[in-house]
């Protein structure tokens, strides 16, 4: 399924890109109502629309909700939605952290090695115990300097009439998997297109390629890391220490950076 949610957003990115923006929408809304952070890459797309692509978005988004709610029987339909609302919804908007050992979203990571968890003791990730509020602080600050460089990405994109670079979207899927609440390693399979973007990067960069060595490395090492390579022991207190984790916002930075590159080339050109 998570597959499947990549394909349908890289298919709306797509059908932007050669015009075909009622495609685009609906894509994108649907993939959105499978899971929920696709909505990033929608609001991507209409930061680079017109009126005529708010409109479509709200009439999918009606019809979307419209259709479960007929097949399955108006009052049936509802006490669907409350459910969904209150068993999976309402606890993340209300703060809830899952700090498993196997969430590698950003609230679930500092969680994991800055208060105490059983995991954390037994594997031994723990850096140091800080207040829930300090924390959460943290947190608070990481997400909104992400959410300010997307918008810095939409607005400076739109302000000078930049074409669509493809650190923007791997930015936004490396943004969606560190402020969902619940990120499974199953659900990286984004990094399929990000390692794209970045071997593209790679042969058609000359300099600084040391910093292609080191992310390829910290991938590599990430990708080969589990309870057959390692031992188990070693692969829970990788897990805890959220390695994967730290690695997502090491290439959010990355594409941050070869964005602004990438748009003064354009200017220049």
Sequence with gaps: MNEV???????????????KDNNAILLLVIASFIKIIPIFMLIWVLGKSNYKNYLRAVIYTILCIAIPLLMRGMHQGIIDLQEYYITFLQPFQEGRVEP????????????KVFSFTEDGEKYHYIITILPA????????????????????MLF???????????FEISFVLLFTHLASGITWEYHLVSLFFIIATMTSDYFSSTKNKWIFYILGFLLFFNLIIGGDTV?????????GGSLLTW???????????????????????
Excluded: D, E, M
Excluded at 252 to 269: D, E, M, Q
């Design 5 to 19: 949610v990549l394909l349908l957003s890289l298919a709306g990115v797509y059908n932007h890109l050669i015009k």
């Design 100 to 111: 498993k050992l196997q969430n590698y979203g950003l609230s679930a990571a500092l969680y």
């Design 156 to 166: 400076y994109s739109w302000l000078k009439k930049i074409p669509v670079s493809l």
């Design 133 to 152: 509020a300090t924390i959460s602080l943290i947190y608070k600050c990481i997400i909104i300097s992400l959410l300010l460089a997307f918008a810095g």
């Design 247 to 269: 690695l997502l916002l090491l290439l959010c930075v990355y594409n941050i950076l070869r964005y602004i590159k990438h748009t003064k080339k354009s200017l220049a050109a």
């Design 231 to 239: 031992g188990y022991y070693l692969y829970y207190k990788s897990c």
